[in-house]
């Protein structure tokens, strides 16, 4: 996004200087979007009862997600992509547009993505619908952006583990071998400095 900042500097000296910290929030109202523009927060993600981020973006207004289907003779009938696709605003699978940090995540061929990111690996998502920037060229329906986390001064981590294979005929559930083990970790590559981090992330 641009930021337009208008100030003067002059030249002073100054002694025995504190440190100063700047904070800024996100303004109501964004001057420099066009369109139409929501944001969701990787930790309003991982609180939710879903798993990456088209399921994320398919809880907003105006977005489906499904899993597509191609055509493929060869299977003597329909062949199920690796993962499932967003129509946004009634468009075509191929009208919309995936990014990770800024970088295009869709198929040449088809014009989808079967990119997937783990819950704790995103920082935000970037929700566009329309009035699209002249920099996204080629879509018509919409584009997903995520961003991904970065390392932080402090360590951190998350491990998160979902299986179904304690069930059975005792609990009367369905065994589906249905597994899920998700990590991360990120912090200092050095304790104490915080100028040179990490982050992975696997799922």
Same mark, same amino acid.
């Given at each position: 996004f641009v930021t337009k900042l208008d100030f003067t500097m002059e030249s002073t000296v100054l002694q025995n200087v504190k440190e100063v910290e700047v904070k800024a929030e996100r303004p109501l109202?964004?001057?420099?979007?066009?369109?139409?523009?929501?944001?969701?927060?990787?930790?309003?993600?991982?609180?939710?009862?879903?798993?990456?981020?088209?399921d994320a973006v398919a809880q907003q207004s105006g977005v489906v997600n499904f899993q597509a289907r191609?055509?493929?003779?060869?299977?003597?009938?329909?062949?199920?992509?690796n993962g499932?696709?967003?129509?946004?605003?009634?468009?075509?699978?191929?009208?919309?547009?995936?990014?990770?940090d800024g970088f295009s995540q869709q198929d040449p061929l088809t014009g989808?993505?079967?990119? &997937?990111?783990?819950?704790?690996?995103?920082?935000? @998502?970037?929700? *566009? $619908?329309?009035?699209?920037?002249?920099?996204?060229?080629?879509?018509?329906?919409?584009?997903?952006?995520?961003i991904t986390r970065e390392g932080a001064s402090k360590y951190f981590?998350?491990?998160?583990?979902?299986?179904?294979?304690l069930s059975g005929n005792w609990v009367k559930a369905p065994k589906?071998?249905?597994?899920?083990?998700?990590? &991360?970790l990120g912090g200092p590559i050095l304790p104490n @400095?915080?100028? *040179? $981090?990490?982050?992975?992330s696997g799922e």
């Open positions: 109202i964004q001057k420099d979007v066009t369109g139409s523009t929501k944001f969701l927060d990787g930790k309003d993600i991982r609180n939710q009862p879903i798993r990456g981020y088209k191609l055509d493929n003779p060869q299977l003597n009938g329909n062949e199920s992509m499932s696709t967003l129509i946004i605003r009634g468009g075509r699978p191929n009208e919309t547009a995936y990014f990770v989808t993505s079967t990119t &997937s990111i783990s819950n704790n690996a995103i920082q935000e @998502v970037v929700l *566009l $619908t329309g009035g699209f920037a002249p920099e996204y060229g080629r879509i018509m329906s919409g584009a997903a952006n995520v981590g998350a491990f998160e583990g979902i299986t179904d294979n589906t071998d249905y597994n899920v083990y998700d990590g &991360s @400095v915080d100028k *040179l $981090t990490f982050y992975v």
